[in-house]
């Protein structure tokens, strides 16, 4: 069964403070995995898509990079705005079909 | 820019009454999906169309059943509704003309709350 664990829960940070959150999965098949903000009571908003281990995608202040088990979204000199939950999903097909699974998110707040 | 288009925003329904929710894609998407999501939880995938067809299936309980129309839009409907389906049903939609493909770059619409007393 695939599985996707996100780390931290939550994370605090104070504005310029970079960090990273992780992304782990376990699936069979990968043929991708995705990075999506989302802010309270709205729908997720598209940022990254990894398909291969070693591949590194950037926008802005996030740097998105997967590894064969986990993926790190990097996150350089945060501003407040930045504060959302940060989902990560894996796409993964197996005989019964594609399967695309979210993690439990991490909740990032930035503080002034 | 075009976005997802999800109607109504809000509903409140009674126990075993029903809902249709509905979703309008972006312009020249093909593909739609629809999640659902409890609060305080990540978004539950339960099925999605490609070309009008069901492509795949996801944790859609049997009470409910979708379908995509010519124009694209889809419909969520929900019957026999329970307490636990209150939720964010959010409906998302992609473009790449491949159904090998087609979970890459989702884009979300901006959600229907359901309430059910």
């Known amino acids: 069964e695939d599985q996707v664990t996100q780390s931290p829960e939550a994370l605090r940070l104070q504005e310029g403070e970079s960090s990273s959150l992780n992304c782990s999965y376990t699936?069979?098949?990968?043929?991708?995995l995705f990075w999506y903000r989302q802010d309270p009571g709205k729908g997720p908003e598209f940022l990254f898509t990894?398909?291969?281990a070693g591949e590194e995608k950037e926008k802005e202040r996030l740097k998105a990079t997967l590894t064969k088990k986990e993926s790190f979204l990097h996150i350089t000199a945060p501003k407040p705005e930045d504060s959302a939950t940060y989902l990560c999903?894996?796409?993964?097909?197996?005989?019964?079909?594609?399967?695309?699974?979210f993690g439990p998110g991490t909740r990032l707040s930035v503080l002034p | 820019a075009a976005g997802v288009i999800q109607s109504p925003r809000h509903l409140i329904k009674e126990k075993r009454e029903t809902a249709t929710l509905k979703c309008y894609p972006i312009?020249?998407?093909?593909?739609v999906y629809w999640y659902q999501q409890g609060p305080g939880q990540d978004p539950q995938f339960l099925i999605s169309?490609?070309?009008?067809?069901?492509?795949d299936k996801g944790s859609i309980p049997d009470r409910f059943s979708a379908q995509q129309f010519s124009d694209y839009h889809s419909e969520l409907n929900m019957s026999s509704l329970e307490l636990g389906d209150s939720a964010l049903y959010f409906c998302?939609?992609?473009?790449?003309?491949?159904?090998?493909?087609?979970?890459?770059?989702?884009?979300f619409g901006p959600g229907t709350r359901l309430t059910v007393l």
């Open positions: 998302a939609s992609s473009s790449l003309g491949s159904r090998e493909n087609a979970y890459n770059e989702q884009f």
């Open positions: 699936v069979s098949g990968l043929r991708g």
């Open positions: 990894l398909y291969s």
């Open positions: 999903a894996v796409q993964s097909k197996d005989n019964y079909g594609q399967n695309f699974v």
């Open positions: 312009p020249r998407h093909d593909t």
């Open positions: 169309f490609y070309e009008k067809m069901q492509s």
